[in-house]
């Protein structure tokens, strides 16, 4: 699958990983060859791995203090969703937040929650095979897993 198959698909979200909207993108994407659902998976872990960066990870919640007012940390869970967030607004914004941090901040907020993304090959491919998604990715989506992105993190 192109990054610009994938990212028509994306917008089919409106800008929101929500329940809804990723059962419809499911839906549409299982009417499609196997193919394109294992591409679209590929697509959907690398553009998490590229956001998978402590300039973005180390964001804090912005909703949310510790009792002290001190920034609450993103937890790893936090983290993924957010960046499912982020690639749900859409390229325009995912392609933005490489050169400014600042527009990823927003995503981190606990009325962005883009975890339903993640379901969408596995949905997806469960409808078109009847079968369970069984298969890894090329890239690791779970946070801190690019090495490249975390240098402190490196071996």
Known sequence: MTWTDFWALIATLNGEATQANCRRLAEQLSRRPIPDIIG????????????????????????LTIRDGSP????????????CAVVAAGQAVWESVFFDVDAFAPYTSTAYDGEWLLYVPDVAYELATGEEWNRPTRYCFESYSNRDGWPHLRD
């Not at 679209?40 to 909703?63: I, N, S, Y």
């Not at 609450?72 to 960046?83: G, K, N």
């Open 40 to 63: 679209f998976a590929e697509r959907h872990a690398e553009a998490l791995h590229r956001l998978d960066q402590e300039k973005f990870g180390t964001l804090p919640v912005v909703d």
């Open 72 to 83: 609450f940390p993103q937890s790893a869970d936090v983290f993924l969703y957010a960046r």
